[in-house]
């Protein structure tokens, strides 16, 4: 990162975080050496957010979504495990993102909480198998990744407006 050249420029906040580091730094306190830790790094965010050279950076590019390969990655990894648990962190490391940051770019490239388009695809997968299977509506949701027979129903009432069994007798 860069800094702007800033002549006869004043930021009351980085005066004090000096002045506060100035004190600390003067007394040798060996004990002090977290709270130095926290205002050297209060300062460089200071900073980078106020003065640096470069343009600002748009929380909205930065925040813009998955790359095309990191979506496959996500996408691939919940249709292997469709039948499994998968925690967001899971999701997150296939793409090399933290759980929060994968989260919030997912919803963006998708529309949907990584969560709901989990759902999504069982929901889909479980409609493919009414279509085409004859196994037992209640093994048919453990197969999709649903708790159980009730969850399926439930998810399947909210988002479709039909339960398994009509769903089926309607094919």
Do not use: N, W
Request: with cysteine.
């Amino acid at each position: 990162m860069e800094l702007a050249e800033e002549l006869g420029s004043s930021d009351p906040l980085i005066e004090q975080l000096v002045l506060a580091l100035d004190g600390v730094v003067r007394l040798r306190e060996p004990s002090a050496r977290t709270y130095v830790d926290h205002l050297l790094g209060t300062l460089a965010a200071q900073l980078a957010r106020a003065h640096s050279a470069g343009r600002p950076v748009d929380r909205d590019s930065a925040s813009s979504g998955l790359t095309s390969r990191q979506l496959m990655s996500a996408r691939e990894l919940m249709e292997t495990r469709l039948s499994e648990p998968l925690p967001v962190a899971e999701l997150a490391s296939a793409t090399g993102l933290s759980a929060s940051q994968f989260s919030r770019q997912f919803r963006a490239s998708t529309g949907k909480s990584p969560h709901q388009f989990l759902l999504q695809l069982r929901l889909d997968h479980a409609r493919r198998l009414l279509r085409t299977t004859t196994l037992p509506i209640a093994d048919l949701a453990a197969h999709c990744g649903f708790s159980h027979q009730e969850h399926l129903t439930r998810v399947m009432r909210a988002k479709l407006g039909t339960t398994p069994a009509a769903f089926r007798r309607a094919c």
